[in-house]
């Protein structure tokens, strides 16, 4: 099945809201495939937001990703890419569309509380460069033949 990247970032972790976040995605059927606490370091984070790098909020970003660790999550799930950026809502959270995490808590373009993976090819780059092999995991939940039909686990 496929895999995406989550960052639940600084503004979640300080306003407690990691536990709410987490809830979100497993309630709505995605698996955790892996999941770590980390400092992001001023590489890691230039190779993330390499597309931002021209950007005037560019620094400003940085700082930000920086002021507390941030929880990594992989993902797994059917279409887990698509559904997890639209559970996220859109980058502008005090525009994003309520029920989505951004919607429900948050205002800000800059703090909106995740990150997702925007594609197929972005989320497998993403989880490479946020997980090592030996840190996903492969396992069954109960669940699964409530979450999906068996077609759809085919
Ligand atoms: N960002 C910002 N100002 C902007 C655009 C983006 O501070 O004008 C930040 C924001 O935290 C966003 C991140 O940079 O989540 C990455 O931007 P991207 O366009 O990839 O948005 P996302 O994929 O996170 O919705
Ligand atoms: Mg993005």
Redesign the pocket.
């Known amino acids: 099945m496929e895999r995406t990247l989550i960052l639940i970032k600084p503004d979640a972790i300080g306003r407690g809201l990691i536990g709410k976040i987490i809830t979100r995605f497993e309630e709505k059927g995605l698996k955790l495939a892996g999941i770590k606490f980390l400092k992001l370091t001023d590489a890691l984070l230039s190779e993330h937001?390499s597309?931002?790098a021209d950007?005037p909020?560019f620094g400003?970003?940085k700082r930000f990703m920086q002021l507390t660790p941030v929880i990594a999550i992989c993902l797994e799930g059917l279409d887990c890419v698509e559904t997890t950026r639209r559970l996220c809502g859109?980058?502008k959270a005090r525009e994003a569309a309520p029920g989505t995490i951004r919607g429900d808590w948050a205002m800000s373009?800059?703090a909106?509380l995740v990150?997702?993976s925007?594609s197929i090819e972005t989320a497998n780059q993403e989880v490479k460069r946020f997980f090592d092999d030996s840190e996903l995991f492969e396992y069954e939940i109960a669940l699964t033949s409530m979450i999906y039909s068996e077609d759809e686990l085919r």
């Open positions: 937001y597309h931002l950007k909020f400003g970003i859109i980058t373009v800059q909106n990150h997702a925007d």
